[in-house]
């Protein structure tokens, strides 16, 4: 009996340690689970994030250093860096004085005259020499400076966009195609002068968070409002980390003191730091030195005859890009690629019968949600409660099928409030369209991004480009357009946060990150640059709907794809 007691106590044990063992043996496996996803998560987040927070505080543009996320990737943002290397540009003069500085007045333009005893034909390409002078009348000897040239003829409401090539010392050639039988007529416009880029391109590298955003922390009846941007200076644990998971777009909020950051409530605009160095605002002047148009140093527009029947036509030497279209008669016809048509009313309902179209983008991809919700009388706009500036936005025409809707980009997004549940980046909203012949996904994204490093468009592009190639392999019928960047009215505020400078750059990224994909372009550039009416951010009617003509074009590019 008493041997017995002594084996049950012993079995008692065994099997008392036997349990533990597996307790044990079960906690550590925990443990050991938890700190390699724990461990995976966090390099996950390191190579994601880390690029643009350092652990220490560091000095302007340190802090704000962007890096690829593949080596594919670096290559690609290497080669679009070289592609938008403007030339070199000379120092700010010190102590500050325009006199040194790029001034329209004194510079002129001249028509160079065709070979002797020959005329101007339709077909040829004009050149026009424009010499670049300073405010003593003296020419400068560096290049630089920010050109645009239009060629136009107001009676046969005709325009075209000229090409400008710099030769670095002074001097530039601007390039036009004549495309219209009778006068053409010259136009060069000093967009900046070479000293204010200059100081543009130093506020990119100083001050890339120049232009900053705010988001309200709120849970009961406490409330707090911290900064927020693509680049915070600061420690990781004093930021709010709101990097996308799946499009690895950066963004970031100081942690608010007394709240948490899963509060979170709004996105705003906060403001704007103009740290401009005494008299350097002298530089971007209306009427003296900005936007100012250059004088002819001799007549300045040209005759131009019809074309002769087997007559080769007379090329420059200088460019080998040709314009995307030209204005005649108030109608933007295209160069190149689909025929554009002028829709009415009743072709527009008709083209986009059974179709859904997508918009998404800043505040100029709006304007055609709002333009098509105006001419389209059964069109009715579904209210979302939404506010004005930032959507979302739908419009439905129930007996014909059409729906359009507009959703605005991620940040960086220089608009009023937006709540943080609408926060969405195009990249994310692409993957959950289904697509196919009958859907368009229209996108335009340039504005918001002047005042970054060019890589912090890159990268978004890059996600965007990913998102775009993958619906046309799921649903190849679907229908991609794409809106460039275009001039705007400059102001000093527009011009240190926005310039045509900023645009120019941008805007070559953005078609050569899209080129061999199958997308169609909105050149809103040359469809601005070239009409008769006054640059501005968002497009007056009259080239909004020839704009809007070119969409439908893409969309139903004959008579035949109408229902």
């Not at 160095?277 to 007549?299: C, H, T, W, Y």
């Not at 040209?302 to 007379?314: A, G, H, N, S």
């Not at 030209?326 to 083209?351: H, P, S």
């Amino acid at each position: 009996m008493r041997s017995l007691l002594i084996m049950k106590g012993r079995a008692w044990k065994y099997t008392y340690f036997l349990k533990c063992g597996f307790i044990i043996l079960f906690l550590a496996s925990c443990a050991f689970i938890f700190l390699h996803h724990h461990r995976k998560f966090n390099y996950k987040m390191r190579t994601t994030i880390s690029p643009a927070v350092s652990p220490e505080p560091q000095k302007h543009h340190d802090f704000c250093s962007i890096h690829p996320r593949s080596p594919q990737e670096a290559l690609e943002v290497d080669y679009l860096k070289d592609l938008i290397a403007w030339p070199e540009t000379p120092p700010v003069p010190s102590p500050f004085s325009l006199n040194e500085t790029s001034d329209p007045a004194h510079s002129t333009f001249t028509i160079l005259p065709p070979r002797k005893g020959q005329q101007w034909r339709v077909g040829d390409e004009l050149e026009v020499f424009i010499k670049i002078h300073d405010f003593h009348g003296r020419p400068k000897k560096t290049g630089g400076d920010v050109l645009v040239a239009r060629l136009h003829n107001p009676t046969l409401q005709a325009g075209v966009a000229g090409r400008v090539v710099d030769h670095h010392n002074g001097s530039y050639v601007a390039v036009f195609s004549l495309l219209w039988e009778g006068s053409a007529h010259v136009e060069v416009t000093l967009v900046h002068p070479s000293e204010a880029v200059t100081v543009l391109h130093k506020l990119t590298h100083e001050q890339p968070n120049r232009v900053y955003f705010k988001s309200l922390f709120q849970s009961g009846s406490i409330t707090e409002t911290t900064t927020c941007n693509v680049c915070l200076n600061g420690p990781q644990e004093k930021l709010c980390n709101y990097t996308d998971l799946i499009t690895g777009d950066l963004w970031f909020c100081y942690k608010p003191k007394k709240l948490t950051c899963d509060v979170r409530f709004n996105h705003a605009t906060g403001g704007f730091s103009q740290n401009l160095k005494p008299k350097e605002d002298k530089l971007f002047q209306s009427r003296v030195n900005m936007k100012v148009l250059i004088p002819a140093s001799g007549p300045a527009n040209t005759p131009v005859l019809p074309k002769l029947k087997d007559q080769p036509e007379r090329k420059s030497h200088i460019v080998k890009t040709a314009p995307s279209g030209y204005y005649y008669q108030g109608v933007w016809r295209a160069l190149e690629g689909t025929t554009v048509r002028q829709f009415n009313t009743t072709m527009m309902r008709q083209c986009l019968k059974g179709k859904v179209v997508h918009l998404f983008g800043d505040s100029t991809i709006r304007q055609w949600f709002e333009y098509l919700n105006s001419i389209l009388p059964d069109l009715k706009e579904f209210n979302l409660h939404s506010p004005k500036q930032t959507g979302p936005f739908m419009a439905l025409d129930y007996a014909n099928n059409i729906l359009v809707t507009y959703r605005c980009h991620g940040p960086p997004i220089r608009f009023g409030n937006v709540p943080v549940s609408q926060l969405r980046y195009i990249a994310n909203e692409i993957e959950h369209v289904t697509g196919g012949t009958n859907t368009v996904v229209v996108i335009g994204i340039w504005s918001h991004f002047s005042t970054f490093p060019v890589e912090v468009y890159i990268q978004r592009l890059q996600g965007i480009r990913k998102a775009v190639v993958r619906l046309l392999n799921r649903a190849p019928g679907t229908k991609v357009i794409i809106r460039t960047a275009n001039p705007k009215a400059l102001t000093l505020y527009e011009t240190l946060t926005n310039s045509d400078w900023y645009s120019i750059q941008r805007d070559k990224v953005l078609r050569a990150m899209f080129k061999g994909v199958k997308v169609h372009m909105v050149d809103a550039w040359e469809m601005v640059l070239a009409h008769h009416l006054p640059h501005n951010l968002h497009p007056q009617p009259p080239i909004v709907k020839n704009m809007i003509d070119v969409l439908l074009s893409y969309t139903c590019p004959s008579k035949g794809n109408f229902k």
